[in-house]
């Protein structure tokens, strides 16, 4: 009989699971992970919810970067913060899959593998995403000179952001919300960035976000005059920029509102 | 002369973001620098878009003129000396602020500085010096820095310059010598060439430089690139892509930019206007066969000939070439060569490796391959997969053509006997023979 591990939606959780099902030993395929929330029941198969546990994640951690490098446990990291339900089926997959060929750190140039094929589409997804994000999050000054930017990404990519704009902004206090998931990646001047989930926060926190810096006004109308001028007249093309810029970005971008 | 010093901070950057918006690149590439955690910026090695302006060029720098009063009299430009248009010239201090600024709320990811020449060369690049120095050294600035250079400064200025800038560029302005005497009176041929022979020679020297002193500064990391206007002279594609092909290989250039040309000046030498618009497919054709250059192995020569001068309109230049060239197809995917690979139309550099890579571990077929990322609408006249091709279709030249720019996705006509037609009442379709007898 198949089981299936059912674990929550985060890389510790994930990586919990991949614990679980690699001490079980169990054949390809009968064996499985699915994310809580979004199971579909299936016949003849064994149910088993696992609790998320660092010290069963950073055993895998290791594993993997032990056995596969620091490529394959990059794809397998971006993977799992996937939005797609079947990305630990996948993960799963690829870690079993690289046991059978000769140069297992090579996993991911397997291609013709279909859960290969997987992880490398969610974790290209999620990578184009973070990139795009990366030029598209807008920063507001908070009167208390707090950067703010807020996004609504598809898939989880804070994590993503964070390294970036740490390695960019080293000595700014800044903070970005990811209002799907009520996540917040907050860097203080000086210090680490670290990642914090808050639910109850909103209603007063909303009130502190509002309040801008005297300059902000001024600088968003700079922008904005900016990027009308920018372009030329004769060559418009709305169509170009919504390949390139696509709508669900906007909202959340200075140029775009107002 | 009171005008101008009354003149707001938000006046100057619409008058000086206006005059710029005619220059061409706006990457942020070729430099990858990590902050040394004094300042504020970084800079990625592939670059990073940060917006798409309406007219869908991606707005990565602040792209502005230090000014926009100019000695020269180009007939193309704006900013030249005989039109009447608003002037306005910034301070180093306004520029260092809007940077900062933008910056730090990561609307940008740079400066991006030109002008026009006030009094002479060496006097505005001494104010844009100013600027740029500023920049680095209060403002401990750490992001992309693209610098204009004006033809005729002196060697030492250019030289400074270099070390604060991440990519310079001197532009072509027009792909031809004659061109330019007809266009740009104030400018030749040398004396833009002149500053482009420096930077390769002092990035080369300053190659050396690092490997011996491995904290030695940069010159110029992000290398230079050029610019000319397509569509004002008479030039063919030929022409073009052969001075592109020079320039890289005889100046060391990171990259070439074509400007299809727009008018905005009245001018007896400049070509009438059509109504039709700038030359934008020619353009985007240019393009195509630039990137061909760089990334594909191909030569200018392969491309066009001197009897057939120009690109076609309705083909991108990979399968224009394709289809002179029938005689190399269909390529066995599972053992062809990387180079043979990459000249397929419907496979670019990015899927070429990927199938290298991928076949080692076993037979690929036209499945893999989609996943992979190849355009199999373009590819399948031009590839077999252990043998087969995708579908019985002829290579011959006509066929292909007529399919390829059949542009929707579809299956090429007559591929597995079927065809897709739209039924019509009034159409005589006979239903097959096995039908007749039937009922009606």
């Given at each position: 009989m198949k089981t299936i591990y059912i674990c929550t939606d985060s890389i510790t959780g994930i990586f919990s699971a991949v614990y679980e099902a690699?001490?079980?030993?169990?054949?390809?395929?009968?064996?499985?992970?699915?994310?809580?929330?979004?199971?579909?029941?299936?016949?003849f198969c064994e149910y088993r919810e696992i609790l998320e546990k660092e010290s069963k994640a950073e055993a895998v951690e290791r594993m993997i970067l032990g056995n596969l490098g620091q490529d394959v446990y990059h794809h397998i990291y971006y993977a799992a913060l996937s939005r797609d339900d079947q990305k630990g089926e996948?993960?799963?997959?690829?870690?079993?899959?690289?046991?059978?060929?000769?140069?297992?750190?090579?996993?991911?140039?397997?291609?013709?593998?279909?859960?290969?094929?997987?992880?490398?589409?969610?974790?290209?997804?999620?990578?184009?995403?973070?990139?795009?994000?990366?030029?598209?999050?807008?920063?507001?000054?908070?009167?208390?000179?707090?950067?703010?930017?807020?996004?609504?990404?598809?898939?989880?990519?804070?994590?993503?952001?964070?390294?970036?704009?740490?390695?960019?902004?080293?000595?700014?206090n800044w903070m970005i919300r990811d209002k799907n998931r009520d996540m917040f990646v907050v860097h203080e001047s000086g210090r680490r960035w670290v990642l914090v989930q808050e639910e109850d926060m909103e209603g007063r926190l909303d009130a502190r976000l509002s309040r801008l810096s005297d300059q902000e006004e001024e600088m968003q109308k700079l922008w904005r005059e900016f990027c009308n001028t920018i372009s030329i007249k004769e060559r418009e093309n709305p169509k170009c920029q919504r390949t390139h810029l696509p709508l669900r970005y906007r909202p959340n971008m200075t140029e775009f509102v107002r | 002369m009171e005008l101008q010093q009354s003149i707001s901070i938000a006046d100057k950057l619409k008058i000086l973001t206006d005059a710029a918006k005619y220059d061409v690149a706006c990457t942020s590439s070729g430099t990858q620098r990590s902050n040394d955690g004094t300042g504020i910026g970084s800079c990625a090695q592939a670059g990073i878009c940060h917006s798409f302006s309406a007219d869908g060029r991606c707005i990565s720098l602040l792209k502005i003129l230090f000014t926009n009063e100019c000695i020269y009299d180009c007939k193309y430009c704006i900013n030249r000396r005989s039109n009447d248009v608003p002037r306005a010239s910034f301070t180093p201090d306004e520029i260092c602020t809007l940077t900062m600024e933008f910056y730090r709320r990561n609307y940008i990811e740079g400066l991006f500085l030109s002008s026009g020449v006030l009094k002479s060369p060496d006097y505005t690049m001494d104010l844009i010096y100013a600027a740029l120095y500023k920049l680095r050294?209060?403002?401990?600035?750490?992001?992309?820095?693209?610098?204009?250079?004006?033809?005729?400064?002196?060697?030492?200025?250019?030289?400074?310059?270099?070390?604060?800038?991440?990519?310079?560029?001197?532009?072509?302005?027009?792909?031809?010598?004659?061109?330019?005497?007809?266009?740009?009176?104030?400018?030749?041929?040398?004396?833009?060439?002149?500053?482009?022979?420096?930077?390769?020679?002092?990035?080369?020297?300053?190659?050396?430089?690092?490997?011996?002193?491995?904290?030695?500064?940069?010159?110029?990391?992000?290398?230079?690139?050029?610019?000319?206007?397509?569509?004002?002279?008479?030039?063919?594609?030929?022409?073009?892509?052969?001075?592109?092909?020079?320039?890289?290989?005889?100046?060391?250039?990171?990259?070439?930019?074509?400007?299809?040309?727009?008018?905005?000046?009245?001018?007896?030498?400049?070509?009438?206007?059509?109504?039709?618009?700038?030359?934008?497919?020619?353009?985007?054709?240019?393009?195509?066969?630039?990137?061909?250059?760089?990334?594909?192995?191909?030569?200018?020569?392969?491309?066009?000939?001197?009897?057939?001068?120009?690109?076609?309109?309705?083909?991108?230049?990979?399968?224009?070439?394709?289809?002179?060239?029938?005689?190399?197809?269909?390529?066995?995917?599972?053992?062809?060569?990387?180079?043979?690979?990459?000249?397929?139309?419907?496979?670019?550099?990015?899927s070429a490796g990927r199938i290298v890579k991928a076949r080692r571990y076993g037979k690929l077929d036209f499945g893999d391959l989609k996943k992979m990322g190849v355009v199999l609408k373009r590819a399948l006249y031009f590839l077999t997969c252990s043998g087969k091709m995708m579908y019985p279709v002829k290579i011959e030249e006509d066929y292909i053509t007529r399919n390829l720019l059949n542009v929707k996705e579809r299956l090429p006509e007559g591929a597995g006997g079927m065809t897709f037609r739209q039924l019509s009442l009034f159409d005589d379709v006979r239903f097959g023979s096995a039908a007749e007898g039937g009922v009606i």
């Open positions: 690699w001490k079980d030993r169990r054949r390809e395929g009968a064996s499985g992970i699915a994310i809580q929330g979004s199971v579909e029941p299936e016949l996948a993960i799963l997959g690829t870690l079993l899959a690289a046991r059978k060929i000769r140069q297992p750190r090579k996993i991911m140039e397997h291609l013709g593998n279909p859960s290969v094929e997987k992880v490398f589409e969610l974790s290209r997804a999620v990578g184009n995403e973070a990139h795009l994000l990366t030029g598209f999050v807008r920063f507001q000054e908070l009167e208390n000179g707090i950067l703010f930017a807020d996004i609504t990404p598809k898939n989880q990519v804070l994590t993503c952001l964070g390294a970036h704009f740490q390695e960019r902004f080293p000595l700014e | 050294t209060t403002y401990r600035f750490q992001g992309y820095i693209h610098v204009k250079a004006i033809p005729g400064t002196s060697q030492e200025l250019l030289e400074r310059l270099g070390f604060l800038a991440d990519r310079m560029s001197v532009n072509l302005e027009l792909p031809t010598a004659e061109g330019l005497r007809l266009l740009a009176p104030h400018k030749t041929r040398e004396r833009i060439l002149a500053p482009m022979r420096l930077v390769q020679n002092r990035m080369e020297e300053n190659r050396q430089e690092i490997q011996l002193y491995r904290n030695a500064q940069r010159f110029v990391p992000a290398g230079q690139s050029t610019q000319m206007i397509i569509g004002a002279t008479p030039e063919t594609d030929f022409q073009i892509i052969h001075v592109a092909e020079a320039l890289y290989k005889k100046f060391g250039l990171k990259r070439v930019f074509y400007s299809a040309f727009v008018h905005v000046n009245e001018d007896a030498s400049l070509p009438a206007r059509t109504g039709e618009g700038p030359p934008l497919l020619r353009e985007h054709r240019l393009y195509q066969a630039d990137f061909l250059l760089r990334y594909y192995q191909f030569q200018a020569g392969e491309l066009l000939t001197e009897e057939n001068p120009n690109f076609n309109i309705f083909l991108d230049p990979k399968c224009n070439w394709a289809l002179r060239n029938l005689d190399v197809f269909p390529v066995e995917v599972n053992t062809a060569r990387y180079e043979l690979l990459l000249r397929v139309p419907g496979i670019g550099y990015k």
